[in-house]
């Protein structure tokens, strides 16, 4: 818990211009994937902060995974749709983790 605590302030702290081009939010999916090809903190910190937030306001139910796996999924969805890093970054790992963890209550019913 500590160390997850210490990501998000490294994040918070990181001297990023909320003003970007191409993002309306502080980082683009650019600007992401820049930051996790180079396997910085930044990433780590940056992925583990939105699965955070996605799973306190119910849009993902994570199971045990690693902070290296979360960035394995969003890394796996900025590669395969490059059209999208465009947007902003909390919204690529919104759709990210949606589809990698859906809740299972929030699935449709077959058929």
């Not at 490294?10 to 081009?21: E, K």
């Not at 969805?77 to 890093?85: F, N």
Request: overall charge neutral; proline content about 5%; charged content about 15%.
């Amino acid at each position: 818990m500590r160390l997850r605590a210490v990501f998000v302030a490294a994040v918070l702290l990181w001297p990023v211009s909320a003003l970007s081009q191409d993002s309306s939010g502080f980082f683009s999916g650019n600007d992401l994937y820049d930051k996790c090809t180079a396997e910085s903190l930044v990433c780590a910190a940056y992925v583990a902060g939105m699965a955070d937030a996605f799973v306190h306001d119910g849009t993902v139910c994570l199971p045990q995974v690693s902070t290296r796996q979360l960035v394995d999924v969003v890394m796996a969805y900025l590669r395969a749709h490059p059209e999208s890093r465009i947007y902003s970054a909390a919204s690529i790992g919104d759709v990210a983790f949606t589809q990698a963890f859906p809740c299972v209550s929030k699935r449709r019913p077959p058929g």
